[in-house]
């Protein structure tokens, strides 16, 4: 019944990312203090940390606010972007359509911490990816890079976005970065052999990429391997066009085998 003990327990344990005694402090702070927002906000991030995905909306919509109902912090963008994320996650269109309405509010807000917008342009870029609306999902992806320029994770997405409509540069300038910075990653090798390959003089970069696609998809757990779409395809096809059939039906061989079709 001590709230500065409950809160206390809760707040050191959520520094230590001791999620089960900051949810056990926390619970506590919040049944004797329910109107404070602060111990609202910790215990939705708490629930979020321990994937309780329905008690972290619940909570984070007390301090939002949902169906006219006031929220104890509704101005607060980070928690509007983790309760985002959280209804992104849902299989309900009106959840994703909410996880929309509250990420279009962060962007247009006056935030000034680039954390909370680089998480909110990358959810909505990847929600209206979803929607197939293209040219948002560019516009806001582009942002997230805009304001994190170092970062590697979705640039493939929005290289692949670049590429479908057949702008083969701006797809480059996205994806060499992601290379640059993690070679070894499959999509990036996929997506990099793609575009090379509808460029001219560029079969020789396209061939490196999809044979180095094609080797760490040997390295993969047979469970993570994609299960179309190899790049052994799109290797065979290239070493046939270079005048190469018998490599190219090896590899076509090679492909088919691995997905079990030999």
Known sequence: DNLDAARGLGNAAMQLKDWRNAKLGLEAAHRIAPEDCGITKSLAYVFMALKLKDRAKEIYEVVIGKDGRAGCEPGNNSAKVNLASLYLQSKKPAEKERALSLLLQVVKSDEENSGVLVRAHNYAGII????????????????????????????????????????????????????????????????????????????????THFQKAVNLIKTMPPAKRPKSNLPHRYLAELLNAMGEPRDAIAMSEEGMELIGEG
Do not use: W
Request: glycine share 4%; with cysteine; proline share 2%.
């Open 128 to 207: 209206y990816r979803q929607k197939k609306n293209y040219d948002l999902a560019i516009e806001h992806l582009e942002k997230v890079f805009e304001y994190d320029a170092e970062r590697v994770q979705g640039r493939d997405k929005l290289g692949q976005l670049y590429f479908n409509k057949g702008e083969y540069d701006k797809a480059l300038s996205h994806l060499e970065i992601a290379y640059e910075l993690d070679p070894n990653q499959y999509n990036t090798n996929l997506m990099l052999g793609l575009c090379y390959s509808e460029m001219p003089r560029r079969e020789e970069d396209a061939r």
